[in-house]
């Protein structure tokens, strides 16, 4: 004889095939913030030849100095840009700061690294916006390092973005900075042992991340700053708020053109998604309506 099947069994049957379509259709984002492991990338520029400075200067150390930096409040520093005037660095509280440390007469690891920096920088200007961020270079060779050289340095690098400038300060600041970000650098006979080290600080002036290597790859600047500008930790408590969350989830980056962009296909798997559930709420309905009708006394 024949058996019919229970109203459980078409719902569960339902619910089921409807959670494993969501599960292949809903789109997994193309590009996630960096899971890199902190010492991924991280280099050191010395003189080989020096074993004052190969004594001295120890990588590993270096390394661990730096991520312990990271959650550090940075102190309210002034310092002097490349025209003469005094800039606190309270002025670049409210968006995210990146800060590299170099000394002008460097002659291959600071260029090498700004220059990486200045490729980078506009990629992420393209995707979070010119004025998402603010970055700051800033001489540590206090001696040599100053405005005018600071300026010279900039016009070298081709930079002149509004949002980046050139700084020096005296001895004691720029030894109370270094510390407080865990740059460690000494002096040796052909010009500094030091780590190459970009630093991110959040809108409060707390470190938040620390990028190494002179050539780093671009999402390990972009992703902690992409993060840092949609915002990751705050709840939907405004329409702005929904739009950043949006943002954060469908900028992505594109590893073969090197630069991010906005993917569609996520709100497509999204719209996607909402109509597989309608469905699934239509039909759950129905069946629910003609057992509900069958259990009814005639």
């Known amino acids: 004889c024949s058996q019919s099947i229970k109203p459980f069994s078409i719902y569960t049957l339902v619910l089921a095939v409807g959670f494993l379509s969501i599960g292949f259709l809903w789109p997994l984002p193309l590009a996630a913030e960096d899971t890199h ?11 080989p030849s020096s074993h004052e400075a190969a004594k ?5 150390a270096a390394l661990a100095i730096s991520q312990s930096a990271i959650g550090t409040k940075i102190g309210d520093y002034r310092f002097t840009d490349k025209s003469g005037k005094t800039i606190p660095l309270a002025d670049f509280k409210g968006k995210p700061l990146v800060i590299s440390l170099i000394y002008t007469s460097c002659a291959h690891a600071c260029p090498v690294t700004t220059r990486t920096l200045a490729e980078t920088a506009n990629i992420a200007f393209d995707a979070l916006g010119t004025d998402s961020f603010s970055i700051v ?3 540590f060779d206090t001696k040599i390092d100053t405005p005018e050289r600071m300026r010279q340095f900039a016009g070298r690098m081709r930079i002149n973005d509004p949002n980046w400038h050139f700084l020096t300060a005296d001895a004691e600041t720029v030894r109370a900075l270094s510390q407080d970000i865990g740059f460690l650098f000494f002096k040796s006979p052909k010009g500094f042992d030091h780590l190459a ?6 809108a409060e002036g707390m470190v938040y991340r620390q990028v190494y290597g002179e ?9 902690p700053l992409k993060n840092l500008v949609f915002g990751t930790e705050t709840p939907f408590a405004s329409l702005d708020d929904l739009i950043n969350k949006i943002k954060l989830f469908c900028t992505v980056y594109d590893p073969a053109g090197n630069h991010y962009r906005f993917d569609y296909s996520l709100f497509i798997g999204m719209f996607v998604g909402m109509a597989v559930i309608m469905m699934l709420i239509l039909i759950l309905f129905r069946a629910w309506w003609r057992t509900s009708k069958m259990r009814r006394p005639s």
């Open 56 to 60: 001295d200067f120890d990588d590993k």
């Open 197 to 202: 080290q970009t630093t991110i600080l959040d």
């Open 37 to 47: 492991d902190a010492t991924h990338g991280a280099a050191s520029h010395h003189d």
């Open 215 to 223: 050539n780093f790859e671009t999402p390990h600047l972009v992703e």
């Open 137 to 139: 270079s800033i001489g």
